[in-house]
Structure formats: C-alpha cells, structure tokens
C-alpha cells in the first residue's frame, strides 16, 4: 500500500493514465481522450470507493494487477509448448458433448463462475479438503453441474497424455478453450481464445460471498457486478445470452410464480401463459432436484432467442427480464434480438474480456497437476 501511495503522485503526473487521474481529481471532469466504457466504469469505481482512502487504493491496485495479466493473454500462446493443445481439448469436448448435452450449459456457467471470483484460474475445480471449504462448495456454486468439472478433468488428462505437453497447460486454459468449444458446438459463434492464464493458489468458499450475481438482481445491481470485473453493462447484456441455454432449479424462480407481492402471486413482467406453464412444471412442493429449460423456445441452441423471449415476458429470472423492462437496457436487447450477426459481435467481444478477468501470472499462479488438487 504504501508503494503505491508514493506512486501516486507518479501517476498524476502521467497525461494517459486516466485511470488514477480521474479517480484522484473525479470533481475536475473526465480527460476527453479517455475511452467511454473507462469513464463509466471508473466513475462507478469512484462513487463506491469514495471517501475510503485505504479501499480507493485497492481498486486502483487490482486494476494494475488485472491489466498486467491480460497482457499476457495472446492466441497461440502454446504453440512452442503444446502446439496441439486446441485439438487435443476440441476432440475430448466434442466426444462429451456428443454423450450429453448438458456439457454445453455446464462448461459455459463452469467459466462464468470461474473468473468472477478470483478471476479466471480454475480455483472453482478445486475440492475442498479438511481444512478448506473451497469455492465449488459455497451454496451459489452448487448448482454448477458435474459435466463441466469432468470435461475439463478429461480434458487436463488428454492434454497431458501428449508428452511434449505433459503439464505445460492450466487447467483454467483448458477451461477456457473447453467453453469455446461449446459455444461453437451448439450452434453459437466460433472465435479465436486468448491464453496464457495461470492457476490460482487459492479457493475459499468465503471468497464466493458477494461475487456472482443473484437471479432477483435489478440491472444496477447487475451492472455494478460485471463493472467491478471490468465488463461494461453492454457485456452484462450479452453475456446473459447464455441462457438461452441450460436448465434452473424451481427454487430459483419460485418467488416469481407463487409469492411475488403482496398485490400479486405473480410477477407482472411475467407473460401470463408462460407463469402457468412455469406453475405446471415447477409446482409449489417440488423435488429440489427438478430443473426446466431456461429457453423454452430453443433451449439446445446458442442464439438470440433469449432476447425474443425477453420481449414476450419470458425471462426466467428477474434478472433476465429487468433488461428488457428497464429503459436502459431494453434498446439493447430489441437490437440483439432482431440482428444475430451483432449479438455474436457483441457476444465474442464481451466472453473474451470476461476470459481476461484477474488472470495469475508469475508467481501468483502455477500448472496445477491435477485440476481439483493444489500442487
Ligand atoms: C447476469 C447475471 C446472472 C445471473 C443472476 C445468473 C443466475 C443463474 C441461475 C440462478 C441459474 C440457474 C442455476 C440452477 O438452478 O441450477 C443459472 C444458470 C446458468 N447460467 Fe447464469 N446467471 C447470470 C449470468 C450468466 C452468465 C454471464 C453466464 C455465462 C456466460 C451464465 C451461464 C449460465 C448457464 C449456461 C446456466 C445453465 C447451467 C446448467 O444448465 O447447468 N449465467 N444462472
């Protein structure tokens, strides 16, 4: 801290670093050559952050840390190493895939939950042990299905079975190119993935508090969480496509069909024909274990049916569908679901800067050998 208390005033001196420029002198207005998106994320930072010296420093340090590691990042990163190593993973992805749907959803959220809790560095596939309760077992991330661990487990052990590749790859590049791969498999768009991320050293589930977003969220509250990782609101938006794929337990939603308010059973963003289709799959006893498509219309294809849905009242969540009831995100939404060229554009863009979140280089992370074990 205090490193970067004397860095400061270095900073200040800077023209380009709008990032400690702004945060330190926010009442002098924004430097007009600082990108947009940076403005609107550092002015969240700021307003969070205000008045707490100790905190503002933080921010301002884990951005540094986040830039240098996505630095790293680059295409092609194994090509000395493991030169095979898309392959190796696309067949074993593939062959999964083809023996159960559920590893598109699986693998995909696997990702999702991955990199907004210490970043992306595979430390949601590690197994807690006696002494640790780890990050898979915190009650957000429990719902995440076993398909996406394995695929990834098969994965690492496909890879490693290539001796000029024995544990040269991370597990959580494996994951990342794994959730590539089933983005493409299900019909979704196909793109090049960045790598070079490291696996992290830790995984608590006291680290999960507070870090993945809740289905009852309205959008600032989902902004404010993807803006702490560095996503615009716009990624937020296309991010959420993805349930367009997968399943969710009744329980999630439950609040929505049966005890929304006290005026209504029901909540009013809900399509009314599709809350009694809910009603008769999700009754009020259910077995926990029961799960419904989140796409009712095309649930096994990645496209922009979600956003359809979300224009005829049928997100699932209120999560979902605050972002076509909300006036700041509804254009958003009646664009991507009338033009499935932008939304992959849009999609693409926003799953490759979540792929930067937090990635450990250095000493910060290591090739674990087995995925579910530290090293
Ligand atoms: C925007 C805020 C988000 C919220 C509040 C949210 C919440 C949820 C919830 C509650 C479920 C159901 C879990 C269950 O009952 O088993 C779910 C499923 C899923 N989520 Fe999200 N999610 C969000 C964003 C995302 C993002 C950004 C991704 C990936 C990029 C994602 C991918 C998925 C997938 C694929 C499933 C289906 C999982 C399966 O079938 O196993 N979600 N999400």
Redesign the pocket.
Known sequence: MDQLRREIPLLLRCPENHLSKSLLNPDRGWDVAAPFEEQRKLSLLFLENKGREERWLMVVQKEKDRKRGAAQLRQNYYAKTCPNVENIVRKVVTKKFKQTF?TV??V??LF?HDCFVNGCDASVIVASTANNTAEKDHPDNL?L?GDGFDTVMKAKAAVDAVSQCGNKVSCADILAIATRDVVALSGGPSYEVELGRLDGLSSTAASVNGNL???E?NLDQ?TAMFAKNGLSQKD?IA??A??T?????CG?FAKRIYSFSQQSSVDPTLNQSYAVQLQSMCPKVVDSRI?ID?DPITPRIFDNQYYKNLQHGMGL?T?DQVLFTDPRSKPAVNFWAQSPSSFQRAFISAITKLGRVGVKTGSNGNIRRDCAIFN
Do not use: Y
């Not at 794929?245 to 337990?249: E, I, Q, T, V, Y």
């Open positions: 559920v959803p699986a995909l959220r999702f719902s299905a977003p809740q289905p969220f989902l937020m991010l959420s993805a349930h794929l997968g399943f969710s337990h999630k799960a989140m969540f999560s």
